[in-house]
């Protein structure tokens, strides 16, 4: 991690989806090196170990409708600490530029004549469904594939996305979504999307509080409401769903008592 001369470097991490070990080994490695790292709340605490003695660590955690420190003075942190010849980790959970504003936080660093660079990580749009027992694509049951926020509002141009979504994706994996599921499920059917779609969600994938419900396009949200699914649970919608039955691998073994 060499920055070059006395300016710093911004290093956008991403943790990965929850285990600690799906972190990648560039990953690691920039945890061990840095001088200062900013993480947020769906990390997995075992990775901070990692970090050098010394090592600043500033929590930028945050939760549905609530952020504890907003964007803009993450950027000016980011920004200030590399102006000082630190080499600085944005250490996000999932990849950063899927849902993760990297993108946001690699331009202001542009902005500010400072090196960066991007570590991806794993996101949870397929890992999540991979530890349920869930393939985002099948050659029987899904082709396509595609990632969306749940964060969706009303409007002519959502019209046109959610139409696209319901009738060219075999397999959508939905972030965020809990909240507006109602909202989703409304949309996805109200567009041609069967109502006998196979859905999951997956609550805290890949940890081991993984929990996973599984019904149809009608149902699932009442079967959210019945077990209690809150966030951080990722949605999927499609026929590779129907692939759980057999496949469900992680929660069979932690049932069992043994350590994936």
Not at 182 to 193: F, S, V
Not at 221 to 229: H, R, T
């Amino acid at each position: 991690m060499n920055g070059g001369g006395t300016m710093g470097k911004i290093w956008l991490v991403g943790a990965g989806p929850g285990d600690p070990d799906l972190i990648t080994v560039k990953g690691l490695k920039a945890i061990q090196q840095a001088d200062v790292i900013l993480y947020d709340r769906l990390i997995s605490m075992e990775l901070l170990d990692h970090a050098k003695e010394g090592t600043e660590l500033i929590f930028c955690g945050k939760l549905p409708d609530r952020h504890f420190v907003q964007q803009e003075n993450i950027n000016e942190i980011l920004v200030e600490h590399a102006k000082e010849g630190k080499q600085v980790v944005r250490l996000k959970g999932g990849d950063p530029f899927v849902f993760g504003r990297g993108g946001e936080e690699a331009a202001y660093a542009v902005q500010h004549g400072i090196d960066f660079e991007v570590v991806p990580g794993i996101t949870s749009g397929i890992a999540a469904p991979a530890y349920a027992g869930i393939p985002v694509t099948h050659r029987d049951h899904g082709a396509s594939f595609a990632i969306v926020t749940g964060h969706r509002k009303e409007g002519a141009d959502e019209e046109m996305k959610w139409a696209s979504l319901a009738k060219g994706i075999d397999t959508i994996a939905i972030y965020m979504g809990v909240k507006n599921l109602p909202y989703i499920q409304e949309q996805l059917l109200k567009h041609g999307k069967p109502p006998e779609t196979p859905a999951a969600l997956i609550h805290w994938g890949t940890t081991a509080k993984q929990q996973t419900v599984t019904g149809t396009l009608t149902d699932i949200y009442d079967v959210a409401q019945k077990e209690g699914i809150t966030n951080p649970s990722m949605i999927i919608v499609g026929e590779v769903v129907k692939m759980r039955d057999t496949l469900q691998w992680f929660e069979e073994q932690k049932a069992a008592g043994i350590e994936p």
